[in-house]
Nanobody, 128 residues
Framework: QVQLVESGGGSVQAGGSLKLSCAVSGYTYRPITKACLGWFRQVPGKEREGVAAIDTDGTTMYHGSVLGRFTISRDNHQNAIYLQMNNLKPEDTAMYYC???????????????????WGPGTQVTVSS
């Protein structure tokens, strides 16, 4: 059974940093180099927002609001992805989810489409 489990969330002051981890278990996405892997976030009452993704060839994509502050990475042997978040802002406060689908990421601005499997989420709270 496919499992994606996030960890690393917490509370931090504006300007601080957090690193989120997502462990991918099961065989559907092994090797994870054959999957599009992403991070999303959602605030109650708002639509889910794509934060970042890493493609099968290691190419990364970012939402404009986090570009230059967040970095997505992948450990192919540990079957895990990470989201390093620096210079956090209060507007980054959200539940963060990792997600996956078993193909190349959709091109361009469509990279946030097609995700089929989701983790339960980890809360990130940034205080001003």
């Amino acid at each position: 059974q496919v499992q994606l489990v996030e960890s690393g969330g917490g509370s931090v002051q504006a300007g601080g940093s957090l690193k989120l981890s997502c462990a991918v278990s099961g065989y559907t996405y092994r090797p994870i180099t054959k999957a599009c892997l992403g991070w999303f976030r959602q605030v109650p009452g708002k639509e889910r927002e794509g934060v970042a993704a890493i493609d099968t060839d290691g190419t990364t994509m970012y939402h404009g609001s986090v570009l230059g502050r967040f970095t997505i990475s992948r450990d192919n042997h540990q079957n895990a992805i990470y989201l390093q978040m620096n210079n956090l802002k209060p507007e980054d406060t959200a539940m963060y989810y990792c997600a996956a689908h078993g193909d190349d990421c959709f091109p361009g601005v469509l990279w946030n489409l097609g995700f089929r499997d989701w983790g339960p989420g980890t809360q990130v709270t940034v205080s001003s």
